[in-house]
């Protein structure tokens, strides 16, 4: 036992970094998660899946037209369901879209943030991005919503899960507002590298 003290203190003061542990990664969205318009192996959950297997599982609890109220209904069943290590919080478009008040979305989110973390999830925050014919001053003060919450309660943070992209039209299917196919694994990767596993 005296040994294998020693040896795991030498481990870490040669920084060599233990395996992590498997985890389960909830994914908690709305259709930019739930692969509106694409096969669900398409979409970038899928992908993220297959990236993170076998070690870790995700479990995609994704809802299309799903917005934060709806979410925070739906939330505790799924934490108790699912027993999360993570939750990817990706939720608020339709919030947008429909132009509902943004105080009300913001503590929408944090009541989420908040039970996740009693159900001793990690929470990584995913920022959307809405189109600009909602005028600058909505759009501005949307996005502000989730930099606000990520700063303040400390989250891992994806600014906007369609980085890169956001302005190609070709990107996205014909509606102009949920990615292509062609857009997931981008997406995917934005979110990766935001998820410490």
Request: charged share 15%; aromatic share 8%.
């Given at each position: 036992m005296r040994f294998r003290r020693f040896h795991l203190a030498g481990l870490l003061i040669c920084g060599l970094s233990l395996p992590l542990q498997a985890a389960t990664v909830?994914?908690?969205?709305?259709?930019?998660?739930?692969?509106?318009?694409?096969?669900?192996?398409?979409?970038?959950?899928?992908?993220?899946?297959?990236?993170?297997?076998?070690?870790?599982?995700?479990?995609?609890?994704?809802?299309?037209?799903?917005?934060?109220?709806g979410g925070l209904s739906r939330l505790p069943q799924a934490l108790a369901t699912?027993?999360?290590?993570?939750?990817?919080?990706?939720?608020?478009?339709?919030?947008?879209?429909?132009?509902?008040?943004?105080?009300?979305?913001?503590?929408?989110?944090?009541?989420?943030?908040?039970?996740?973390?009693?159900?001793?999830?990690?929470?990584?925050?995913?920022?959307?991005?809405?189109?600009?014919?909602?005028?600058?001053?909505?759009?501005?003060?949307?996005?502000?919503?989730?930099?606000r919450l990520a700063r303040e309660l400390k989250l891992s943070y994806v600014p906007q899960l369609m980085a890169g992209f956001a302005g190609d039209l070709s990107r996205f299917q014909a509606d102009g507002i949920h990615p292509a196919a062609s857009a997931q694994g981008q997406m995917m990767q934005t979110v990766r590298q935001a998820l410490p596993l």
């Open positions: 909830m994914v908690f969205g709305d259709s930019l998660s739930a692969a509106y318009g694409l096969s669900p192996s398409q979409g970038w959950v899928a992908l993220l899946a297959r990236d993170l297997a076998p070690k870790h599982k995700v479990v995609n609890a994704s809802l299309s037209g799903e917005t934060t109220a699912h027993k999360p290590d993570w939750v990817i919080l990706e939720l608020g478009a339709n919030d947008g879209l429909r132009g509902l008040p943004l105080p009300a979305m913001q503590a929408n989110l944090q009541r989420m943030i908040r039970l996740s973390r009693q159900a001793h999830a990690n929470v990584l925050l995913i920022g959307i991005a809405l189109p600009p014919n909602y005028g600058p001053d909505y759009t501005r003060a949307f996005h502000a919503v989730y930099d």
